[in-house]
């Protein structure tokens, strides 16, 4: 299986140790993906400053396949953090930069997507304009909606990717499903909610599946929801190539349960690394 993260990508600026490390909701896909032993690809904007150059140059370091990048003159968007007990708490971020070029996919980027297996993007890749054409190529997609995602957002795109994924920690339990069956409404077939220390819950659009946390005393929680989706997703797509449509209902909840115990247990391992994946750089800021 190769899988591709697209979109969005960030160096994590700890203030409190001038120290940055590579993020981002697509880019972490990608890391995680590798470090879980699965071919990886990712594709974004970077920045062409020692920040966008380090993001880069890990990915490349760590076999991540970053051919189709675009490299720009300009930041690397750089998130401030601080961590307070093992929680990762963001604080401010540079403006400008890259973050605000547009990722735009021509011909070639489309035949290459359709190599692969799953592409993983989200809310804060900007790439809504192209989920038409990414829906098209019959790739699996999964889109992380987070929590600021609202009704007019989700109803307007739910209906092009295969996984929907929430943010719901600051929801009861009986929240959480009202909104997984709305989004189930909206059109997505799978939909995956994370509430943090709370467990999580799987919908295949047969039944809720419902499932705890690992609780760890986490040195650093920046990377949890990324790590617990792409271990979630990697065992879950791996089942369905050739098993879904004539899977029985014990089959399918065992396929459900396995992927909420790999995404709990990846995730708990990834809450004892600093920074989403490791890989911290002392931060240079450059003149002017």
């Known amino acids: 299986m190769k ?99 547009p990722l735009l996919l021509d011909d070639d980027d489309l035949a290459y997507i359709r190599g692969f297996a799953l592409v993983h993007t989200s809310l804060y890749s900007f790439i809504e304009p192209e989920l038409g054409r990414l829906a098209a190529t019959g790739v699996p997609l999964s889109f992380d909606f987070s929590d600021e995602a609202g009704d007019t957002f989700l109803e307007a795109h739910c209906p092009r990717v295969t996984f929907a994924i929430l943010s ?17 409404a909206y059109g997505a077939p799978y939909v995956i909610a994370t509430r943090g220390a709370h467990g999580s819950f799987f919908a295949d659009g047969h039944t809720i599946h419902r499932h705890p946390a690992h609780l760890v005393e986490a040195r650093d929680t920046m990377g949890a929801g990324d790590s617990f989706l792409t271990g979630f997703l990697l ?33 708990a391992k990834v809450c004892m690394i600093d920074g989403s994946s490791g890989h911290g750089a002392r931060f240079e800021a450059q003149p002017g």
């Open 3 to 101: 899988v591709l993260g697209l979109g969005d990508n960030v160096a994590d600026h700890y203030t409190h140790i001038n120290t940055i490390y590579p993020g981002g909701c697509a880019y972490n896909f990608a890391m995680f993906s590798k470090m879980l032993g699965v071919d990886a690809a990712y594709l974004g904007i970077v920045g062409d400053d020692p920040a966008g150059t380090h993001v880069l140059r890990t990915a490349r370091d760590e076999g991540v396949d970053t051919s189709r990048c675009r490299i720009y003159h300009g930041e690397a968007p750089r998130p401030a953090v601080r961590i307070e007990a093992g929680e990762r708490i963001f604080v401010g971020c540079n403006t400008g930069g890259v973050w605000e070029r």
């Open 168 to 184: 719901c920690g600051q929801l009861t339990e009986a929240e959480t499903e009202q909104r997984i069956r709305q989004v189930h």
């Open 235 to 267: 065992s879950y797509v791996g089942w369905l190539k050739g098993n879904d449509r004539d899977a029985s209902a014990d089959e399918r909840h065992a396929a459900a349960e396995r992927a909420l115990e790999a995404a709990a247990d990846f995730a």
